[in-house]
């Protein structure tokens, strides 16, 4: 079974920043999309950030020049900086794995959530 295991979420002030970070583990061979959701209370959830496995990005417009997502494939982890942090920014952040093949079915994907983090931003 796959896992991804987040950490990084707090509280911070306005105009603080703060580091996710999401780390798949299993029998993963491949993971084709790794991304950042967030859901603040009753809203939708909504996509923040993606990266593709060669580095192919994209963002939110609310989130554009302040977040910076990354991946590292060798370790199965995405990261997401955050700068610049605003109230509206609040939210519990989902991390995403999208079409992960296991080792022992690389012709068949999957897709995994982590438990999702709260982020707090206090004005």
């Known amino acids: 079974q796959v896992q991804l295991v987040e950490s990084g979420g707090g509280l911070v002030q306005a105009g603080g920043s703060l580091r996710l970070s999401c780390a798949a583990s299993?029998?993963?061979?491949?993971?084709?999309?790794m991304n950042w959701y967030r859901q603040a209370p009753g809203k939708q959830r909504e996509l923040v950030a993606g990266?593709?496995?060669?580095?192919?990005?994209n963002y939110a417009d609310s989130v554009k020049g302040r977040f910076t997502i990354s991946r590292d494939n060798a370790k199965n982890t995405v990261y997401l900086q955050m700068n610049g942090l605003k109230p509206e920014d609040t939210a519990v952040y989902y991390c995403?794995?999208?079409?992960?093949?296991?080792?022992?079915?690389?012709?068949?994907?999957?897709?995994?959530w982590g438990q999702g983090t709260q982020v707090t931003v206090s004005s």
């Open positions: 990266i593709t496995s060669d580095g192919i990005t």
């Open positions: 299993g029998n993963i061979f491949s993971i084709d999309v």
């Open positions: 995403n794995a999208d079409g992960v093949r296991s080792r022992y079915n690389v012709g068949v994907e999957y897709d995994y």
